[in-house]
């Protein structure tokens, strides 16, 4: 096995620069990953591409493309990409092809393909053909980069992150339901953002009752995208209502509006018939088997592994909970969520009968307790916002005084 080549101080400012080119495919790629690359030869950038949307040509691709449109000589310069070249054939042919065609010389590559069958299959490819091929430069950035299609592909699940604007008490509506608006103007411009980089979105049906919301991606577009992005239009957002009886009123904005088409109302099986045969004819409407909670013996209405599942199969690759509290509540203590983005506003609410965000019949125990890791503040005008990993695992349970 030969030894990992140098990696020198322009390999990793190139390689920084080829994941800014990926970032202008932010919520455009899914089910593919951001990928960004650029070609140097003898100290001069000569070529940069980025995928900009499934489908389309892959990041190494662009990049050769650009250095020809240029009227540059690709033939022994080196490949700076974020992520591993595929090396298989799926819309498009494999990338190893065509740089082994190009008669790069070098490659030099941040992340590795997070898909078991395939990881460093195409580093193999290239190193039998001759290349000098160097690995893991900006790795963790380049992994985290495309964290929701990593979990995707190998789980074949999405990426759940829940998301609950909220007071310092927790709390995100009065008793009456009132919760516009809790946070601030910087607070709902990231939330645009997360909406923008998720497939779908998710609520439940007394979110839609109170609120008839459009779950769209709304605001300016400075507000809700990258300032270099380059990309004319983001890709659909998919709505998703958990609606066990099949109560969503046939005015409400998401079975009414001119999207209706991405919207998806998820059922019981005992919904009333007639309901379901309304809604029906507006949008798509899903009959999911009653599932088990993780805390106690009580039946919830829809099996939740079941539809990450079914959404998984239909290439959702992130999914962003922005339900009430029972539901943020369902996802959090089943274990289904991979990520909070819990916003606080500087305000206090009380009372019993004030909306929790996060609700359901609570942990009876330490060891029931969920778990966070990986935690990021981040101040947002007078608003904070926690971000952090969900712990899978149980909390171990307190050691007695």
Request: hydrophobic letters at 40%; aromatic letters at 4%; a positive charge.
């Amino acid at each position: 096995m030969s030894l990992q080549p140098p990696i020198s101080p322009a390999d990793t400012r190139l390689l920084r620069l080829a994941l800014r080119l990926a970032r202008r495919g932010f919520g455009t790629t899914s089910p593919n990953p951001m990928v960004g690359a650029v070609l140097v030869k003898r100290g001069q950038i000569i070529g940069q591409g980025w995928h900009r949307r499934a489908g389309e040509p892959h990041a190494e691709i662009e990049a050769l493309r650009d250095a020809e449109k240029r009227g540059h000589r690709v033939k022994g310069a080196t490949l700076y990409v974020t992520l591993e070249p595929c090396s298989t054939h799926g819309r498009t042919p494999p990338c190893t092809e065509a740089i082994l065609s190009a008669g790069i010389r070098r490659v030099v590559v941040g992340a590795t393909d997070p898909n078991p069958r395939h990881a460093g299959r195409g580093f193999e490819v290239l190193r039998q053909a001759g290349l000098v091929v160097v690995t893991g430069v900006l790795a963790e950035d380049c992994a985290a980069l495309n964290e929701a299609f990593n979990h995707w592909i190998v789980h074949r699940t999405p990426l759940v992150t829940v998301k609950a604007a909220m007071t310092l008490d927790g709390k995100i509506a009065t008793a009456s339901g009132q919760s516009k608006w809790i946070t601030g103007e910087k607070s709902r411009a990231f939330a645009m953002r997360l909406r923008q980089g998720s497939d779908a979105i998710l609520v439940g049906i007394n979110t839609v009752l109170a609120d008839d919301p459009s779950l769209t991606v709304r605001g300016r577009k400075s507000e809700v995208r990258s300032p270099k992005s380059e990309v004319e239009s983001q890709k659909p957002l998919r709505r998703i209502i958990l609606d066990s009886r099949a109560r969503t009123p046939l005015t409400a904005k998401v079975v009414s509006d001119e999207q209706a088409a991405l919207t998806t109302i998820v059922v019981s099986r005992a919904a009333p018939k007639r309901r379901v045969a309304a809604l029906a004819k507006r949008v798509r409407v899903l009959a999911a088997p009653p599932g088990k909670l993780a805390i106690g013996n009580r039946q919830s209405a829809i099996d939740l592994r079941w539809l990450l599942r079914k959404l998984g199969a239909e290439g959702v690759t992130s999914l962003l909970v922005e339900g009430g509290g029972e539901v943020n509540a369902s996802f959090l203590s089943q274990r289904l969520a991979q990520r909070i983005a819990f916003f606080y506003a500087p305000k206090i609410l009380g009372g019993r009968a004030s909306r929790k965000g996060v609700a359901g019949d609570g942990a009876k125990s330490w060891s029931e307790t969920l778990r966070l890791s990986d935690l990021t503040w981040r101040n947002l005008g007078d608003d904070l916002l926690l971000t952090a990993r969900c712990q899978q695992g149980r909390t171990p349970k307190r050691p007695k005084p």
